[in-house]
């Protein structure tokens, strides 16, 4: 039976696309749903969907970032709340699209493109050019508060972090340390929280629990197991680099 990942931010978003698949296409098997990118692109590798129907906007990672990262494995879906004028580009791609709110006859239409996708083996390939476009279009439109500075705790004190100075971010269970060249603190923000006030193309998520400033980054190297492992300038610590997002750092 075909599976699919379903990706967006918004439960009821979610919950109302499962709702609607479920009705028009019976046999589609729902192996996950995700709130954001990063989750989108776990379950991706994990269960290797048929398809995976992907908000445009999500924090952390967008539905760009994880197409680009699936390379074609999986038949993608972009699911958005702009208006269908912004993506005629999409009628020329090897994909589809949905526009939010969804409508059935728009939805069933999208169902007969996957599933005669599915018989013949085709992918989703060669859509990369045309959605690096509409997310550069979209980005031009976008008004998005960023954090300009963080306030942690630092023993007895607060340390106030402006963000350019952070190296990177590394979360566990209760706590996200926040580490610059000269100090760090502790803050209770989680990392998906602080990905959508941080800028994504500055700070990389390396896997489920680091943000890395990209400019911090001094090399990547792969250790004596194959893992990949980043070297932080002004720190003595590495970091690890889950697989999820070692296609970050393959040459091109």
Not at 77 to 83: E, N
Not at 110 to 122: D, F, H, P
Not at 190 to 202: T, V
């Amino acid at each position: 039976m075909p599976t699919a990942v379903i990706a967006d931010d918004e439960y009821l978003q979610r919950d109302e696309l499962r709702r609607m698949l479920s009705e028009a296409w019976p046999q589609l098997v729902i192996v996950a749903e995700c709130e954001d990118g990063s989750e989108a692109l776990d379950a991706i590798v994990k269960h290797q969907p048929d398809i995976a129907f992907l908000d445009i906007r999500m924090p952390g990672l967008s539905g760009l970032d994880v197409a680009r990262a699936t390379d074609g494995k999986c038949n993608i879906v972009f699911v958005t709340a702009y208006d269908v004028h912004a993506i005629d580009a999409f009628n020329l791609a090897a994909c589809d699209y949905l526009l939010k709110p969804i409508q059935g006859q728009r939805l069933a239409q999208t169902i007969e493109r996957v599933q005669n996708k599915l018989a013949t083996g085709e992918k989703s390939l060669g859509l990369l050019q045309m959605m690096e476009t509409f997310e550069k279009r979209l980005s031009e439109n976008a008004s998005k508060e960023r954090i300009r500075w963080i306030s942690a705790n630092a023993g007895k004190s607060i340390q106030i972090f402006p963000v350019e100075d952070i190296l990177f971010f590394e979360s566990d269970t209760r706590y996200t340390r926040v580490v610059s060249a000269t100090d760090e603190g502790l803050i209770r923000t989680a990392i998906k929280d602080l990905q959508k006030g941080l800028d994504a193309e500055q700070f990389w998520q390396i896997n489920r629990g680091i943000l890395v400033n990209m400019h911090a980054i001094a090399r990547a190297h792969r250790d004596e197991f194959g893992g990949i492992k980043v070297e932080i300038k002004g720190c003595k610590e590495q970091l690890k680099v889950s697989q999820t997002y070692a296609w970050r750092f393959k040459g091109n």
